[in-house]
């Protein structure tokens, strides 16, 4: 079993900035890819932004593209969300998880997912 543990949200103005942070308990051997999506109430999860494990390659919903940037640190088992330019609409619950397989931009593909940290952007 994986543990996932999201913090760094918060309460900001439209504007700001926030970075999320997603520590896995263990090193997690195999994981292709690391994402995070996100889910306002009575909406389905859509996906936000993955990175793949080796090779650096990302991936971002077109909604976020050029505002939030993902990255990963190998060493410390940690996946980075650095929100830019927040707006009021992407106020909502943000969860990481992991994938073994499959598409990045399935939540299908993931395996394991934290309990979300809440973003709230105020205008």
């Known amino acids: 079993q994986v543990q996932l543990v999201e913090s760094g949200g918060g309460l900001v103005q439209a504007g700001d900035s926030l970075r999320l942070s997603c520590a896995a308990s263990r090193r997690i051997f195999g994981v292709y890819k690391m994402g995070w999506f996100r889910r306002a109430p009575g909406k389905e999860r859509e996906f936000v932004a993955a990175?793949?494990?080796?090779?650096?390659?990302?991936y971002y919903a077109e909604s976020v593209k050029g505002r939030f940037i993902i990255s990963g640190d190998n060493a410390k088992n940690t996946v980075y969300l650095q929100m830019n330019s927040l707006k009021p609409e992407d106020t909502t619950v943000y969860y990481c998880a992991t994938a073994y397989s499959g598409s990045a931009y399935d939540p299908g593909s993931y395996a394991y997912w934290g309990q979300g940290t809440q973003v709230t952007v105020s205008s």
């Open positions: 990175w793949r494990w080796n090779g650096d390659t990302t």
